[in-house]
């Protein structure tokens, strides 16, 4: 069964303190991970997409990296702005929809 | 920002009753994707229509029904509300297998 895990659940930083974020995934045949930034009562907005173990996006103060069986999102000397839920996604060679998982809680403290 | 438009923002309705939400997604985005999103949760798959045609499902009961019309736009009907229906529903509207876009969501409250 195709699985997407997310730890830790939250994590609070002080303003600067560096971090990642970690995305497992199980599932048969990856067409792509995703990660997405969730406000609070919002939609979620897309951050970056990964599609092949070894690859890296940037931007700004996040960085994405993708292995065969996690990604992480790397959030580097974070500000209280960043603050937000971080969900990871996949997306299936035999299917169109994203699996997602129930993402990291993430608070930066001033 | 894809542009993608729901309707309503929040809507209280009663067990039993019927719903309707409404997306737009952004002129030449053919695919529209539903989501239904719990608190504390990710985004759950309903299903996904392309061309107006239901082209793939999750795990969900048959009280849950879609539509999509010509210029793209897409319903979300959900019959004989549980209060387990409450959640922020999602479209999200996309082209081919790339990454999605989401609108802002519907806020229903069941009670």
């Known amino acids: 069964e195709d699985q997407v895990t997310q730890s830790p659940e939250a994590l609070r930083l002080q303003e600067g303190e560096s971090s990642s974020l970690n995305c497992s995934y199980t599932?048969?045949?990856?067409?792509?991970l995703f990660w997405y930034r969730q406000d609070p009562g919002k939609g979620p907005e897309f951050l970056f997409t990964?599609?092949?173990a070894g690859e890296e996006k940037e931007k700004e103060r996040l960085k994405a990296t993708l292995t065969k069986k996690e990604s992480f999102l790397h959030i580097t000397a974070p500000k209280p702005e960043d603050s937000a839920t971080y969900l990871c996604?996949?997306?299936?060679?035999?299917?169109?929809?994203?699996?997602f998982g129930t993402g990291t809680s993430l608070t930066v403290i001033p | 920002d894809a542009g993608v438009t729901q309707s309503p923002t929040h809507l209280i309705k009663t067990r039993g009753q019927q719903v309707t939400l409404r997306c737009s997604p952004k002129?030449?985005?053919?695919?529209v994707s539903w989501y239904q999103q719990a608190l504390g949760q990710g985004p759950q798959f309903i299903f996904q229509?392309?061309?107006?045609?239901?082209?793939q499902r999750g795990n969900f009961p048959d009280r849950f029904s879609g539509h999509q019309f010509p210029n793209y736009s897409s319903e979300l009907n959900v019959n004989a509300l549980l209060l387990g229906d409450s959640a922020l529903y999602l479209c999200?509207?996309?082209?081919?297998?790339?990454?999605?876009?989401f609108g802002q969501g519907t806020r229903l409250t069941v009670v």
């Open positions: 996604a996949v997306r299936v060679a035999t299917g169109n929809q994203f699996y």
């Open positions: 599932v048969s045949g990856l067409r792509g």
């Open positions: 990964l599609y092949s």
């Open positions: 002129s030449g985005h053919d695919t």
């Open positions: 229509y392309y061309e107006e045609e239901e082209r």
């Open positions: 999200a509207e996309g082209k081919g297998s790339t990454e999605a876009f």
